[in-house]
């Protein structure tokens, strides 16, 4: 009996310690071993990808020359240029158009350039008119005429230039004066020229005294003359160059002379067209 009590006794302490012992053992053991494929993170969350670090960048390695290799050559020293030496004139590129010859500085042979001197040259024709009156009686001469200008002088720049003139023009109908006999007006004066370069552009004013002389209508015999008198030359027109200073062009001419001879007075009026050449 009481064998048998004892017995019971330690199953029932051996049960209960089991009991007790068993969960602690089981919540230690699965505290201890990690889930697979967490490792370590929280259930329920994605494994965290961790960057590899980039390889390392492959250097050339130093190779050092052998012991009896001879020594690099040294460059020579580069003079610099002494701040007294005057730098080299830079030409400029030539340049022009196809077709035209070029010079060293890029100027065509047709550019306009300024050299200083002037002249200028017309011919053409013209309606002249000559009236004279004389003790209550006057007599007029009219019709074509031909005339001729020339000036040589100085221009200052492109636009002015200043000349001496000799133009004069010959009546080709008879002047009433006497049989065969025709007039014709001459003068010298002073052109005063204005030049619109852009456009081609002039006018001229010629300021001169003049003269009336009677002619053979043949071969020129001058039978007699006026008085010096006043004149007035007036030209408009337009001219094209042909080169680097020559230019030809097309003008209306307009001029006017007032002349004494032996108590009376000679008005000449005229106005025409005239072919000019100038260089400027």
Partial sequence: MTCGTRVARMRT?????????????????????PVPGTSGAPAGSEPVEVPASPP???TAP????????????????????????APAAVVPPATGQPGRAVTTAGVTPDQHQHLGLFFHIDVGAAYLRTTASKGGSSFATQGAALGVG??????PNDD?????????????SASGLGP??????????????????????FASVVVSGTRLAITDAGDYVEYGSSDIGFGLKVLLGKEWPISSWVRLGLAGELFLSVNRDGGQTLRTLGAGLVFSCSGL
């Fill in 13 to 33: 302490a051996s049960l209960v310690l089991c009991l007790l012992v068993g969960p602690v053992a089981a919540q230690e053991a699965g505290s201890a071993s």
């Fill in 56 to 58: 390392a960048r492959a």
């Fill in 62 to 85: 130093v190779v050092e020359p052998p012991a009896s290799a001879p020594p690099a050559p040294i460059a020579p020293p580069v003079a610099e240029p002494s701040s007294s030496e």
């Fill in 150 to 155: 020339l000036a040589v002088g100085w221009a």
């Fill in 160 to 172: 002015w230039a200043l000349a001496l003139e000799y133009w004069n023009w010959r009546s080709l």
């Fill in 180 to 201: 065969d006999t025709s007039l014709e007006l001459q003068a010298l004066g002073l052109n005063v020229t204005r030049y619109v370069v852009p456009v081609g552009v």
